[in-house]
């Protein structure tokens, strides 16, 4: 009912930068939390950076404050992050996932409590 595809994945060496986005079809993400999470091989799925309904809230796991910065843009069902300072230990394929809900400043940091997510796409940090 919501699909959500990331692009903008790749390969960038250490130190650089890349750009994420997730797009959405329909109204979802105007009304929806957003988080971008990933996944490396042998480890669970963990949050990376959420940002509320409102936009003006935005949350990140501590490995990558400074670094990543998320935003949206509802009217355009987009979400995007951006990623700076890259370090080979943030390889990993990247999901975005949205939760309708009625919290203007609110996100989830479980996967569990996103009903709809993205394929992902693989985020390669080269040394």
């Known amino acids: 009912q919501v699909p959500l595809v990331e692009s903008g994945g790749g390969l960038v060496q250490a130190g650089g930068s890349m750009r994420l986005s997730c797009a959405a079809s329909g109204r979802t993400l105007s009304r929806s939390a957003v988080a971008w999470f990933h996944q490396a091989p042998g480890k669970e799925r963990e949050f990376v950076a959420g940002?509320?309904?409102?936009?003006?809230?935005?949350y990140y796991a501590d490995s990558v404050k400074g670094r990543f910065t998320i935003s949206r843009d509802n009217a355009k069902n987009t979400v995007s992050l951006q990623m700076n300072s890259l370090k080979p230990e943030d390889s990993a394929v990247y999901y975005c996932a949205a939760a309708v809900t009625t919290s203007r400043g609110s996100i989830y940091y479980q996967p569990v409590d996103y009903p709809y997510w993205g394929q992902g796409t693989q985020v390669t940090v080269s040394t």
């Open positions: 940002i509320s309904w409102s936009g003006t809230s935005t």
